[in-house]
C-alpha cells in the first residue's frame, strides 16, 4: 500500500504508467533528451507517491503530494513540480483520456492552492550595458 491506500499492482501496466509513457513519447520531437528526463523523472515520483492504479488523477492526490515535495524541497521545486504534472494533466485532457470536468488542474487553480513560485529580482539594464555587453557600438 501507499500513502494514498492504494494497491500497487506491478504485474501490468496501469493508466498511469501507459499515459506518462504515451505523454514521453509524444514530445520525443520537441524535447531534448534533458527536458525528457526531468519530466519522466517528475511523473515517475508523482506516481510512485499516489500509486500505479490511482485513476483518475485526484485535487486530493496531487495536493498531498505536492505538499510532501515542499516539505523536503524548496517552493520553486514545488512549483516546478507543479508546472511538469500541470502540462501532462492538460495532455491527457486533450488526448480524451480525461476531460475538463475530471482534470483537478482547473479547480486548483481556481481556489488558488498550486504552488507559487518565489519572487526573483531580474537583473536590468540600460541601453549603454547592452551595448558594451554585446559589443553592439
Given at each position: 500500500?501507499?500513502?494514498?491506500?492504494?494497491?500497487?499492482?506491478?504485474?501490468?501496466?496501469?493508466?498511469?504508467?501507459?499515459?506518462?509513457?504515451?505523454f514521453i513519447r509524444s514530445k520525443r520531437l520537441r524535447w531534448s533528451p534533458k527536458t525528457k528526463r526531468c519530466y519522466e523523472s517528475i511523473l515517475n515520483?508523482?506516481?510512485?507517491?499516489?500509486?500505479?492504479?490511482?485513476?483518475?488523477?485526484?485535487?486530493?492526490?496531487?495536493?498531498?503530494?505536492?505538499?510532501?515535495?515542499?516539505?523536503?524541497?524548496?517552493?520553486?521545486?514545488?512549483?516546478?513540480?507543479?508546472?511538469?504534472?500541470?502540462?501532462?494533466?492538460?495532455?491527457?485532457?486533450?488526448?480524451?483520456?480525461?476531460?475538463?470536468?475530471?482534470?483537478?488542474?482547473?479547480?486548483?487553480?481556481?481556489?488558488?492552492?498550486?504552488?507559487?513560485?518565489?519572487?526573483?529580482?531580474?537583473?536590468?539594464?540600460?541601453?549603454?550595458?547592452?551595448?558594451?555587453?554585446?559589443?553592439?557600438?
Amino acid at each position: 500500500m501507499n500513502k494514498q491506500g492504494h494497491s500497487n499492482s506491478n504485474s501490468q501496466q496501469s493508466s498511469l504508467i501507459k499515459w506518462r509513457d504515451d505523454f514521453i513519447r509524444s514530445k520525443r520531437l520537441r524535447w531534448s533528451p534533458k527536458t525528457k528526463r526531468c519530466y519522466e523523472s517528475i511523473l515517475n515520483l508523482y506516481i510512485q507517491y499516489v500509486g500505479e492504479d490511482h485513476w483518475p488523477p485526484t485535487r486530493t492526490g496531487i495536493l498531498d503530494w505536492l505538499n510532501s515535495v515542499q516539505e523536503q524541497a524548496s517552493e520553486t521545486t514545488a512549483a516546478t513540480y507543479w508546472r511538469h504534472l500541470k502540462a501532462w494533466l492538460n495532455y491527457l485532457e486533450a488526448v480524451g483520456a480525461l476531460d475538463w470536468q475530471s482534470n483537478p488542474i482547473y479547480l486548483i487553480k481556481k481556489l488558488g492552492l498550486q504552488p507559487r513560485e518565489a519572487d526573483e529580482d531580474y537583473a536590468s539594464f540600460d541601453e549603454e550595458e547592452l551595448k558594451q555587453l554585446y559589443q553592439l557600438s
